[in-house]
């Protein structure tokens, strides 16, 4: 295994073994261990996408890996889920701009994204997408809710990857990394699952570190 198709399925594996959890869907889409990305690489090159060694080495060899989780105590409000495509699968799937052009001078940002993370299966309507740009080593990655509009992430896609495998993928876990006010009544529900996670994940996953995610929320209340 590559090291992040091996992080990728530790995360799971760490919700699905935990007493904590309860799974409600998991999945791994096509590919495999063994799969050579350089071709994969170069034609991105060509095509006038040269991916940074950095984002080359947070490759994982499957087109997406799924999981949809809510806590085991149903007096815990707390839930989680991703479906993230590796970053070639995520440079193919276009979004469906009508879904989130509230105006139409919205319309051209978002015809520049991309698929990165469907975060949908709850109902939330929430997706991660990735902005690439001919000549750009490191997309942007802009995260999308039906409700809050959409908004830049201060992450590239190996931060993306690496803060998923600490929130196991809480959701709204992204704000974390966005210009928003989290303390605002519309964030309310948010703002309760990220306090949870940090005061729960600290005891259930001791090998990560939940300091820098707990200093960013409080500099957004």
Request: hydrophobic share 40%; net charge negative; aromatic share 14%.
């Amino acid at each position: 295994m590559v090291p992040y198709e091996r992080r990728l399925f530790k995360a799971i594996r760490e919700v699905r073994e935990s007493p904590f959890f309860d799974v409600m869907y998991e999945e791994e889409g096509p590919g495999g261990t063994g799969k050579d990305p350089t071709p994969i690489f170069e034609l991105m090159a060509e095509e006038g996408f040269p991916l940074s060694e950095r984002l080359k080495e947070a490759y994982f060899p499957y087109r997406y890996m799924a999981l949809h989780w809510h806590a085991a105590d149903p007096d815990v409000p707390l839930v989680g889920e991703f479906n993230v495509m590796n970053i070639d699968s995520s440079s193919e799937v276009n979004l469906l701009v009508h879904d989130f052009a509230w105006e139409k001078s919205d319309e051209k940002l978002l015809s520049e994204l991309s698929i990165l993370d469907d975060i949908s299966r709850g109902g939330g309507g929430q997706l991660a997408t990735m902005r690439f740009l001919p000549g750009v080593s490191s997309p942007e990655i802009w995260f999308l809710d039906r409700f809050h509009t959409f908004v830049q992430l201060d992450l590239d896609y190996r931060d993306y990857l690496d803060n998923l495998f600490i929130t196991k993928g809480v959701t709204g876990w992204q704000y974390l990394f966005a210009d928003v006010p989290l303390g605002a009544r519309e964030y309310a529900s948010t703002l309760e699952s990220l306090r949870i996670m940090l005061r729960v994940f600290p005891e259930l996953f001791p090998e990560y570190d939940y300091a820098p995610l707990a200093a960013r929320l409080e500099a957004r209340l």
